[in-house]
C-alpha cells in the first residue's frame, strides 16, 4: 500500500526571493512563498484550509525562526480547520508528511507548508553584539559537548565523518567531487548564492572548519523561503498542474534522538527513515531517476546516498568517484540546483520544491534532459530524518 493510500498529492510550490542579507523580515519571505504557492496550484487563499511549518515558536537566535504557522495564518486571515507545528519531528519537512496524512483522512484540503529563514541578515545584525556580550551557562546536552568545544554541528558531524573514513577509506577528496558537482549545478540556477566554478584545489585550500569538514562542506546562511501546497487527490483535478503524488514517505527512528550515542556512527537516522519509506513503496532505489538530498554538511548528502540504496553501505567512496552518474546529465542526478551548500541553506524545504520543479519540467536551464517521473528527496541529519518518494505520471 502507497503512503496514506494515494491520497496526498503536491498541487504547487513557490520560493520568495533568496539572497545574502537582503535586510527583509521572516514573515515577509513566507507570505510571498505563500502568493506564489497558491497562485502556482491555481488556487486561492480561500480554499487553504491548513496550515504547516518547521520548527515553530522555538527559542532560538540568528534568523532560524523565519516565521511560525500562526504568523502566517493571522497575516493572511485564514480560516484553517488543521494547523500544525513542530521541531520533534522527523527532520525540517516532518511537518509536510503530518499535511499529507491530514488531507489524506479529511482533516484538510489544501495545506500551505512552509518554512523560513532569515539567517543571514539576523546573523550579521547579531555578530558584534554576540560578541560583546557573555554567553549564556551551558544546559542540556550541551553540557557535555561545550567542554570540550563542541559547540557546533560541524564538529559532531565531522566527527561522523572520521568514523566512517576510519572504518570505510573515504577520503576528503571523494566527498570534494560532490561538493564540486553541486557548484556545478548552482551554475545553471540564477536564484543560487554561489554559482562561481569550483576546483579541487579551491575545495581542499579552503580553511578548515572542524575535521575533515573544510569552509566549502558546510552550508550557506540565507535568507528565503519555500512553501508547499499539499492537497487531497479528488480535490486537485482542474487545478493549474498534474498533481505529483506522495508515493511513499520514511519518518523512522530506530534509535535514542542523540547527535552521539547511536550505535552504529557509520550510519545516521536517514538510514531508518528510508528503510521505512522503502518498506512502503512499490518502487526500489533502481527506479528514481534523481535526487535531492540535504547537504547542509556535505557528508550528511553522503549518507543520504548511502541510505536510499544508491550506494553500499560502506562504498559511498566509490559512488561518489563515478563523477558521471550523478552530475545533470548523468544516471541518477543529484541536487541539480546546487543543493544548500551552494544554492542557499533554506532548511530542507529547498529539497521538495526542487524535486517538483525538475517532475513538472520547470527547472529552466539546469533541467534534467531526459525524462523523469520518480524523485527521491532526503531531508535532515544526525537524529533528524524524513524523506519522500515522489511520483509523477505527467
Not at 479529511?106 to 557573555?134: D, I, N, P, W
Not at 544546559?139 to 554541528?153: D, I, L, N, T, V
Not at 528510508?274 to 548528502?301: I, K, N, Q
Request: hydrophobic share 40%; net charge negative.
Amino acid at each position: 500500500m502507497t503512503f496514506v493510500e494515494n491520497r496526498a498529492v503536491i498541487t504547487g510550490i513557490g520560493q520568495s526571493q533568496i539572497g545574502r542579507r537582503i535586510g527583509r523580515s521572516g514573515i515577509d519571505l513566507a507570505l510571498e512563498a505563500a502568493e506564489r504557492a497558491v497562485a502556482h496550484a491555481g488556487l486561492t487563499f480561500d480554499a487553504i484550509d491548513g496550515v504547516a511549518s518547521y520548527p515553530g515558536p522555538v527559542a532560538a537566535e540568528g534568523g532560524f525562526v523565519g516565521a511560525t504557522t500562526h504568523d502566517v495564518r493571522d497575516a493572511l486571515g485564514l480560516r484553517t480547520r488543521w494547523h500544525t507545528s513542530s521541531v520533534e519531528t522527523s527532520g525540517q519537512i516532518g511537518t509536510l508528511l503530518d499535511a499529507a496524512a491530514a488531507v489524506a483522512t479529511g482533516r484538510a484540503t489544501h495545506v500551505l507548508c512552509f518554512r523560513a529563514v532569515c539567517e543571514a541578515t539576523a546573523q550579521a545584525q547579531g555578530r558584534a553584539a554576540a560578541l560583546s556580550s557573555k554567553s549564556p551557562r551551558a544546559s542540556g546536552h550541551s553540557e557535555f559537548r561545550m567542554p570540550f568545544g563542541a559547540a557546533s554541528p560541524a564538529n559532531w558531524i565531522g566527527m561522523y565523518a572520521q568514523r566512517y573514513m576510519h572504518e570505510f577509506g573515504l577520503t576528503r577528496e571523494q566527498i570534494g567531487k560532490l561538493v564540486i558537482n553541486a557548484r556545478s549545478n548552482a551554475g545553471r540556477n540564477p536564484h543560487a548564492i554561489y554559482r562561481q566554478p569550483m576546483t579541487m584545489e579551491d575545495y581542499l585550500g579552503a580553511r578548515l572548519i572542524s575535521w575533515p569538514l573544510g569552509l566549502y562542506d558546510c552550508d550557506v546562511p540565507c535568507d528565503g523561503a519555500t512553501a508547499v501546497i499539499v492537497s487531497r487527490r479528488e480535490e486537485s483535478a482542474g487545478l493549474a498542474h498534474t498533481p505529483i503524488s506522495i508515493e511513499s514517505a520514511g519518518a523512522a527512528l530506530y534509535t535514542r534522538h542523540s547527535w552521539d550515542q547511536r550505535p552504529d556512527l557509520t550510519t545516521m537516522a536517514a538510514h531508518d527513515a528510508a528503510a521505512d519509506m522503502w518498506e512502503h513503496s512499490r518502487f526500489g532505489p533502481a527506479d528514481v531517476d534523481f535526487a535531492t538530498l540535504y547537504d547542509g554538511f556535505s557528508y550528511l548528502c553522503t549518507q543520504w546516498i548511502e541510505a536510499f540504496g544508491f550506494a553500499e553501505h560502506g562504498k559511498v567512496g566509490a559512488f561518489l568517484d563515478d563523477t558521471d552518474r550523478y552530475r545533470i546529465e548523468g544516471e541518477l542526478p543529484i541536487n541539480p540546483h546546487g543543493g544548500q551548500l551552494s544554492a542557499g541553506r533554506l532548511h530542507g524545504y529547498g529539497f521538495v520544491h526542487e524535486a517538483c520543479l525538475q517532475l513538472w519540467g520547470e527547472a529552466g536551464e539546469r533541467q534534467i534532459p531526459k525524462s523523469t517521473s520518480l524523485a527521491a528527496v532526503g531531508v535532515g541529519g544526525g537524529p533528524e530524518a524524513g524523506c519522500l518518494l515522489l511520483h509523477h505520471d505527467g
